[in-house]
């Protein structure tokens, strides 16, 4: 069987509230966070001072072990989220460099280019 994913970590986190830092993140690659359920959730980014809608269907791509993030008690409906992440560990494992920071250029390559 081959891992159908970049990311060597995913968590299923299910109707929690989930305050933290990521701590075995690598803190250059930028985590995903994929939102389901029924549910009427906010995410937080308290060191950004940010809400934004959370509902199902939404992804978030985030630097998790650098930027505190939650997503707090809801009013109703059924969360669960799908969190990806690669673990620093598997870097120091197989003596590979870590990835520089992701860049608006990376992101938005070809469309940047004029």
């Not at 389901?36 to 980014?45: E, I, K, M, N, P």
């Amino acid at each position: 069987m081959q891992w159908p994913s970049i990311y060597v970590g995913i968590d299923v986190i299910v109707n929690q509230e989930t305050p933290h830092l990521d701590k075995v993140s690598a803190p250059s690659l930028l985590d995903l966070l994929v939102s389901l359920g029924t549910h009427d959730a906010q995410f937080h980014v308290s060191d950004l001072g940010s809400i934004f809608s959370y509902q199902p269907g939404t992804m978030v791509y985030l630097a998790g072990k650098l930027l505190h993030h939650s997503v707090p008690k809801w009013e109703k409906g059924e969360r669960i989220a799908l969190a990806h992440y690669m673990k620093d560990a598997v870097h120091n494992r197989f003596g590979l460099p870590r990835p520089s920071f992701t860049q608006q250029k990376d992101l938005l390559g070809k469309f940047l280019q004029t």
